[in-house]
């Protein structure tokens, strides 16, 4: 059973959970659910919990999750920006973010296609990037990639730190090289103060990774209001929302969809009940997902899951920007990973309930 558990990270446990009490809920009594998913829930844990004695924040994670799963509620709150993080370090962070120096011809930022008034995205398909070269993939948003398992869609980066580096060195991004971006930071005296006076070694790849992605790290948006729900303020949704939630859970969606980010936590195939790049009809490298990156025949059109944070307002939708509504995403979400048929009001419920995910960023309703 351990040899099996190696395979699955605490949101896939916490996913597999959540199926099993959906599956044998409509049939079976409260009280032996109660006892059949306790039990379940306990071996999950302390077997993957022996499987990784060496990561406690992880085994942390799952118990939590474990601990949502046992009280019907397969999503947990997100948590405040972490306190340990260096303010002067994401201060510098946020400054590079947003400096198009890092750029081949100093045009593009990393805001430039995760603009932080734009909920973190640019609203394309496809973005732009040096010289106007369109790239391959929709921009995901930046809001809450802290909480992601692995960056991009075909998770090719482990950290955010690695993450750097591909818009980087991409040349229809930004086009450059760590050479160049060093370079460029050193003939600039305030630059050069900064980094000194934060890292003794001064302007390196390293040091300009750790800036952006410790700026990363406090780009969480907690308080949403299915955050305040789930805190015990059942007034923080309507009626219609909580049904949406309800609808959520019900057909399945939180087999994927789950934990403190709603996603991000996991790996699954785009097309689980139905292939959605034969109906497509234009498919390009792009579309084969984690296979670019594993080589593996079993890992084409396999993506990972994004976070629903805020998914009311990064359209368009999917990994190739495809869907410009939310209710027609949901639908499209439901056909082929669920293989189900969603009526309108399904539709509606759904995305009612997506739409209390909005959270707030440094104290103010992300837009």
């Known amino acids: ?36 998913l306790t039990a379940f829930a306990a071996t999950l844990v302390i077997l993957t919990w022996r499987e990784a004695p060496s990561a406690p924040s992880g085994v942390n994670t799952q118990l939590a999750m474990a601990d949502a799963i046992l009280r019907e509620e397969p999503i947990a709150p997100l948590p405040p920006v972490p306190d340990e993080l260096d303010p002067l370090r994401a201060a510098l962070g946020e400054r590079l973010f947003h400096d198009p120096v ?30 106007g070269a369109l790239g391959s ?15 991009f869609w075909d998770g090719r980066a482990a950290t955010l730190e690695e993450q750097v580096a591909g818009p980087l060195h991409n040349p229809v991004e ?17 630059y050069r103060n900064i980094f000194a006076n ?21 780009l969480l948006t907690p308080d949403a209001r299915f955050d305040r ?20 859970k019900g057909l399945g969606c939180a087999s994927c969809h789950q934990g403190v980010n ?21 498919s390009g490298p792009s579309d084969l997902g984690r296979f670019n990156v594993t080589g593996r025949q079993e890992d084409r059109y396999v993506f990972r899951v994004p976070s629903l944070r805020n998914v009311a307002l990064t359209a368009p939708y999917f990994h190739d920007g495809s869907v410009e509504k939310l209710e027609d995403a949901v639908e499209t979400m439901a056909r082929y990973q669920l293989g189900r048929s969603l009526t309108a009001e399904d539709r509606q419920l759904i ?5 209390t995910l909005n959270g707030n960023f440094r104290g103010a309703p992300l837009k």
Request: glycine share 10%; proline share 3%; charged share 20%.
């Open 351 to 355: 995305a009612a309930f997506l739409r």
């Open 102 to 131: 890092l750029s081949v011809d100093h045009t593009i930022s990393c805001a430039s296609c995760h603009p932080l008034d734009r909920a973190g995205t640019d609203g394309m398909s496809k973005s732009r990037g040096v010289g």
């Open 229 to 248: 729900y789930l805190r015990g303020e059942t007034e923080a949704l309507s009626a219609e929302e909580i049904k949406g939630y309800a609808r959520f």
């Open 262 to 282: 709603v996603g991000g936590n996991l790996f699954q195939r785009f097309g689980v009940m139905g292939d959605y790049f034969a109906d497509k009809g234009e």
């Open 174 to 190: 930004m086009g450059s090289s760590w050479a160049t971006a060093v370079a460029r930071l050193n003939q600039s005296d305030d």
């Open 198 to 218: 934060l890292y003794p070694q001064g302007i390196t790849a390293e040091t300009i990774a750790d800036a952006l992605a410790t700026f990363e790290r406090t």
């Open 137 to 151: 993939v929709n921009a995901p948003t930046v809001f809450n990639s802290a909480l992601n398992f692995t960056q």
């Open 1 to 36: 059973m351990r040899r099996i558990l190696k395979i699955f990270d605490p949101g896939q446990t916490a996913g597999i959970l959540w199926t099993y009490y959906a599956a044998v809920k409509t049939s079976t009594p409260n009280f032996v659910i109660a006892g059949l």
